[in-house]
């Protein structure tokens, strides 16, 4: 039993700041790697940003320089900080985490809920 719980979207300005959380509970051994999506109305969901081995990332070409992916193992958690943010990045944003499970072999792709941000003045 494993579950991903995203926090802190909200409607912020153009140019504006927001961080997301997204916070692992469960029978956790090791999350990795950690990633965020986001889906748009209309949209395919598409990978923002992903931390693999707690270390080494990656961004989509659209938010790199003003987006970044952390994490705390510590916590289980994952943050998506988002700075200048511009109305193209309205969406949907899922927390995803690739978990094994306490104790076992067993490995999992998680989803969160979702949190949505909307960017408008």
């Known amino acids: 039993q494993v579950q991903l719980v995203e926090s802190g979207g909200g409607l912020v300005q153009p140019g504006g700041s927001l961080r997301l959380s997204c916070a692992a509970s469960g029978r956790i051994f090791s999350l990795n790697p950690m990633a965020w999506y986001r889906q748009a109305p209309g949209k395919e969901r598409e990978l923002v940003a992903i931390i693999i081995n707690g270390d080494s990332t990656n961004y989509a070409d659209s938010v790199k320089g003003r987006f970044t992916i952390s994490n705390d193992y510590a916590k289980n958690t994952v943050y998506l900080q988002m700075n200048s943010l511009k109305p193209e990045d309205t969406a949907v944003y899922y927390c995803?985490?690739?978990?094994?499970?306490?104790?076992?072999?067993?490995?999992?792709?998680?989803w969160g809920q979702g949190t949505l941000v909307t960017v408008s003045s």
């Open positions: 995803n985490a690739g978990v094994e499970v306490l104790g076992t072999a067993r490995r999992l792709v998680v």
